[in-house]
């Protein structure tokens, strides 16, 4: 069965940083990946979308890239903010159903 | 304005008592979806529609249904709520299925007493 992986439950870094977490998955080629955020008791909300074709994607200070033989997408954020703080989702297309991982929390300290 | 609308935010239902947590949306999009999401785990998809088609999860207890009278609502019943049916349930829409973002409404946190 597909499986999708965020690579730690939780990362803290210093503010003005850079984050970076990874999202691995197995058993399935996704034609599409994208990432969302979810503060806590919200829903998740949509940041970036990137396709099997596409290599790297960028919205000012988010990054994506999307490596299709090593089955991973990363996702940075550079000059990290305390305002980032919050758990960060991968979601992939299996079978044009949209299928989470469990995300990695994102603690950015002041 | 907020385009997804779940009511209530928050259910409190007794242990076997039916109850049911609606989504709204002003989006006009073709495809509703409803997850399941406990705590710091993956939002797990319970069942879709793609207009008035229904697709249901392989997983999905027999004790869920949905129901999507219209574009705009979508239902989701929980015929005899237990314990461990208490979660966050997510109702998401997107314009087309596949390539393309999903617009998520706030959640309605379900307990179970």
């Known amino acids: 069965s597909q499986k999708i992986e965020q690579n730690s439950e939780a990362l803290n870094i210093q503010e003005g940083k850079t984050a970076t977490l990874t999202c691995n998955y197995t058993?399935?080629?996704?034609?599409?990946l994208q990432w969302y955020r979810q503060d806590p008791g919200r829903g998740p909300v949509f940041l970036l979308l990137?396709?099997?074709?596409?290599k790297e994607k960028r919205k000012e200070r988010l990054k994506v890239t999307f490596d299709t033989t090593l089955k991973q997408s990363l996702f940075h954020i550079t000059a990290s903010q305390p305002a980032d703080s919050a758990t960060y989702l991968c979601a992939l297309d299996i079978n044009n159903d949209m299928r989470f991982g469990a995300g990695t929390r994102l603690t950015v300290k002041p | 304005d907020a385009m997804v609308i779940q009511n209530p935010r928050y259910q409190v239902t007794q242990f076997g008592k039916p109850v049911t947590l609606s989504c709204s949306q002003t989006?006009?999009?073709?495809?509703m979806y409803w997850y399941q999401q406990k705590s710091s785990q993956a939002p797990k998809l319970l069942f879709h529609y793609y207009d008035k088609d229904f697709n249901n999860e392989a997983d999905t207890p027999d004790n869920f249904q949905s129901r999507r009278p219209n574009t705009s609502f979508c239902f989701l019943d929980i015929r005899s709520p237990g314990l461990g049916d208490a979660a966050m349930y997510l109702c998401?829409?997107?314009?087309?299925?596949?390539?393309?973002?999903?617009?998520f409404g706030q959640g309605t946190r379900l307990t179970v007493v």
């Open positions: 058993n399935y080629s996704p034609a599409y």
């Open positions: 998401a829409t997107s314009r087309v299925q596949g390539d393309t973002e999903a617009f």
């Open positions: 990137i396709r099997e074709n596409e």
């Open positions: 989006l006009n999009h073709n495809v």
